[in-house]
């Protein structure tokens, strides 16, 4: 461990990836895709705090998580890095870029809640608040229920039931107390990114709104999978792989990072 946060380090090569889980997961969820590309590049997969092997030391919000992922990037001489995040882990993903843009030579966000900020500045706090009455499971129920499509596999939904269920309701509400303010600033955390390459990878019913963001880019790519459900990266691994590669060739020929 370097600093607080677990992490499997496996894999040989540049550039290195660093794998970021979403909410309530943890560093299991993107286990396919190492088990690949690990044949050829340095693969980092992190647990959150309070989950997996990290421990549940407060707080929990994304700014922080993106602190330490930053931090880990340091302590590990690792940079830049392709940073892949899933869901929440997108944004989180793009935070680090923000504060630090050294350790970072391209962006993946895997069906992340990326969309014009609300007028009305509202964002998660009515959630927050239902976590922490009824716990993460009946909290987070209703909204888990919509990740899922027809086509989704068992493995996709055990993972679920076995992980994202089983998160702190204090963890868990506590990564979403400062989303509103981040979720806020996502034009100009795209815009940053966008400086790099940058990949959307979208759930058949995307969490996020791709429209919007070909709105504010001029380079992003943008990768929709058809009949896949929230969890896209267990449900099509061959495909989010072969998604993942032919990003890495983007990076390898982007002239904007040479």
């Not at 309070?50 to 940079?79: C, K, M, N, S």
């Amino acid at each position: 461990m370097a600093g607080i946060l677990a992490y499997a380090d496996t894999g040989r090569g540049g550039p290195p990836l660093l794998f970021i889980h979403g909410l309530c997961c943890d560093r299991r969820a993107w286990d396919p895709q190492i088990a690949d590309l690990s044949r050829d590049h340095r693969c980092i997969a992190v647990d959150l705090r309070g989950r997996g092997a990290t421990p549940a030391v407060p707080p929990f919000g994304i700014r922080q998580a993106a602190a330490d992922i930053a931090e880990l990037l340091d302590d590990l001489e690792v940079g830049p890095a392709v940073l892949i995040g899933h869901s929440l882990g997108g944004i989180t993903a793009l935070v680090v870029n923000d504060l630090r843009p050294d350790r970072v030579i391209g962006i993946v966000t895997g069906d992340s809640p990326i969309s014009a900020p609300r007028a009305d500045g509202s964002g998660a706090n009515p959630l927050v608040q239902r976590i922490r009455e009824l716990g993460t499971k009946e909290g987070l129920r209703p909204l888990i229920e919509t990740f899922f499509t027809a086509e989704s596999t068992p493995e996709a939904r055990a993972y679920v039931d076995d992980v994202m269920y089983q998160c702190p309701a204090e963890v868990a509400a506590g990564m979403l107390e400062d989303a509103p303010d981040v979720l806020a600033s996502l034009p100009e955390l795209v815009r940053k990114a966008d400086q790099k390459p940058l990949m959307a990878i979208w759930a058949e019913r995307p969490l996020g709104d791709p429209a919007w963001l070909r709105s504010v880019t001029k380079f992003v790519r943008q990768e929709p999978i058809a009949g896949a459900g929230h969890f896209f990266q267990l449900e099509q691994p061959a495909v989010t792989s072969a998604l993942l590669r032919a990003f890495l060739n983007d990076v390898a020929s982007d002239p904007r990072i040479r």
